[in-house]
């Protein structure tokens, strides 16, 4: 069974520059998660997905992040412009549905100069 | 809001010793908790999910208690190797169903 697959695995941008990850769950997971991971810290959850609805946004900074999940598959999230403590890596997860075990992708580093 | 504090931080062992790493939860109210697993630049690999009504659950050398009214869990790790050197986080999901994670433990198993 393929896992969550994220792209790209790394990304250096200069500050108010936009930026865009992808991630493609497994199959048939209803529940997308997008979590932002500063060094030394734990995840922080961005925005839950339930199918192609969002069930939780409320700690993603909604001036500079967008994200969506098109047809309740894949998913894409946004920074527009971003900041210096943008910098972080971005994990992507999926689960069969919203209360069961959660699987995450490789992540992406991003470094924003 | 659910606070999830894990620790020490850190932890160096010697190859063979067990492992004991903590959790604690702030709200006992919970769902499941889940054990990850975090190497160097990679993703988490969920290594064990314990669901509310359950006391423990072991896969291989691995063996995690959940104590929900006290809001506690442990991930104990049988005779450690240098390969379970890796940073251990534990998630937990209340009845929102949001995943809340602590800041891990880093271990450093010593051949």
């Known amino acids: 069974e393929a896992g969550v697959a994220q792209s790209p695995r790394y990304k250096i941008i200069e500050k108010r520059q936009s930026v865009a990850f992808w991630c493609n769950p497994i199959?048939?997971?209803?529940?997308l998660y997008w979590y932002q991971q500063i060094l030394g810290q734990g995840p922080k959850l961005l925005i839950q997905?339930?199918?192609?609805?969002?069930?939780?946004d409320s700690q993603l900074p909604k001036d500079r992040f967008s994200a969506e999940r098109l047809k309740g598959v894949d998913s894409t999230l946004k920074i527009q412009p971003a900041k210096l403590e943008d910098s972080a890596v971005y994990l992507c997860?999926?689960?069969?549905?919203?209360?069961?075990?959660?699987?995450f992708g490789q992540g992406t580093r991003l470094t924003v100069v | 809001k659910q606070e999830v504090t894990q620790i020490p931080a850190a932890l160096s062992v010697p190859e063979g010793e067990n492992l004991v790493l903590n959790c604690s939860f702030t709200?006992?109210?919970?769902?499941?908790l889940q054990w990850f697993r975090q190497d160097p630049g990679k993703g988490l690999t969920s290594l064990l999910l314990?669901?509310?009504?359950?006391r423990e659950q072991t896969s291989g050398r691995l063996n995690a208690s959940l104590d929900k009214s006290s809001g506690r869990s442990t991930l104990y790790i049988a005779a450690s190797q240098p390969g379970d050197s890796a940073t251990y986080l534990c998630?937990?999901?209340?009845?929102?169903?949001?995943?809340?994670f602590g800041a891990g433990t880093t271990v450093t198993v010593r051949a």
């Open positions: 997860a999926s689960s069969w549905t919203e209360n069961t075990e959660a699987f």
């Open positions: 199959s048939g997971h209803a529940t």
């Open positions: 997905f339930q199918n192609n609805g969002v069930v939780d």
């Open positions: 709200d006992s109210a919970i769902y499941n």
């Open positions: 314990i669901q509310s009504s359950q």
């Open positions: 998630a937990v999901r209340k009845g929102d169903y949001k995943l809340s």
